[in-house]
C-alpha cells in the first residue's frame, strides 16, 4: 500500500518560472512532511519541511503548502532555475514505536530549461 | 565532518555471495537508519538505531539481512546468500533528536548493490 504518492513522474519547467510539486498522502496519523532533492548518484539532500500544524512553510524560493483535509500537500519553486532540475521526493513521518521512519513517495523527475 | 558517508559506494557480487556495507554517520546523531531504494521507487525503510540499540526492523529485512551499530558511531548492513533481487541501493540517513518537533533526516550518497 502506497501511503504517500506522487502522482505526476515529470515535470517540465521554463527558467524562470514556477515549479508546482504536488504530493497526496492517505495516512492521517502522519505529522511532519519534508521534501527532499537528489541528483543522480547521490543520496537525497533535505530541502524543506512542515509541521502538520502548519499550512504554509517558506525558505527562500522553495513553499511548501500543507492542505490537511485533502491530505495534500505542493512544494513551489519559484523563480526555477536549471540547478533545481533534479528528482524531488515527497516523505512523511511516521511514528514507531520508538521513532520515527520516513514513507517516501516515487519522486518526481524536475527538469528546469534555460 | 561533513556528512554521513558510506562505503563502498559500489558493490558488484555473485548471487550467494555475503556482503558488507558501512555507515558513518554524523557525529554526535544518535539516530541511524538504513532504507532501500530500488529504481522508480522513494526509500524506503529497513531497520533503525538509538544509539548502539537497534529499536526498529521493517518487515522487509528478511533474516539473511542483519545490522549493527556497536558503540553507537558507525553501522554495518551485511546480506547473507545475496539474490538477485536484492540488487538496489542502501542507503544510510542520520539525525539528531533533542526534541520532538523536527523529524529531518540526513543521508549519505548510498551503496549500489548489483547481484549477478
Known amino acids: 500500500d502506497q501511503q504517500v504518492k506522487q502522482n505526476s513522474p515529470s515535470l517540465s519547467v521554463q527558467e524562470g518560472r514556477i515549479s508546482i510539486l504536488n504530493c497526496d498522502y492517505t495516512n492521517s496519523m502522519f505529522d511532519y512532511f519534508l521534501w527532499y532533492k537528489k541528483y543522480p548518484a547521490e543520496g537525497p539532500t533535505f530541502l524543506i519541511s512542515?509541521?502538520?500544524?502548519?499550512d504554509k512553510n517558506e525558505d527562500g524560493r522553495f513553499t511548501v503548502f500543507l492542505n490537511k483535509s485533502a491530505k495534500h500537500l505542493s512544494l513551489h519553486i519559484v523563480p526555477s532555475q536549471p540547478g533545481d532540475s533534479a528528482v524531488y521526493f515527497c516523505a512523511a513521518s511516521a511514528r514507531m514505536e520508538y521513532g520515527n521512519k520516513l514513507v517516501f513517495g516515487a519522486g518526481t523527475i524536475l527538469r528546469v530549461k534555460s | 565532518d561533513t556528512g554521513v558517508s558510506q562505503n563502498p559506494r559500489h558493490k558488484i557480487t555473485k548471487r550467494g555471495q555475503n556482503v558488507t556495507f558501512r555507515c558513518d554517520p554524523i557525529?554526535?546523531?544518535?539516530?541511524l537508519y538504513w532504507y532501500r531504494q530500488t529504481l522508480g521507487q522513494g526509500p524506503e525503510f529497513l531497520t533503525y538505531f538509538q544509539n548502539e540499540a537497534q529499536l526498529e526492523k521493517s518487515r522487509l529485512l528478511s533474516d539473511r539481512f542483519s545490522a549493527e551499530r556497536p558503540k553507537g558511531s558507525f553501522s554495518t548492513l551485511e546480506i547473507q546468500r545475496t539474490e538477485q533481487g536484492d540488487s538496489a541501493m542502501y542507503l544510510c540517513a542520520s539525525s539528531l533528536v533533542w526534541d520532538r518537533s523536527t523529524y529531518e533526516q540526513y543521508f549519505g550518497p548510498g551503496t549500489r548493490l548489483t547481484v549477478t
Open positions: 557525529s554526535e546523531h544518535n539516530r
Open positions: 512542515i509541521s502538520s500544524i502548519k
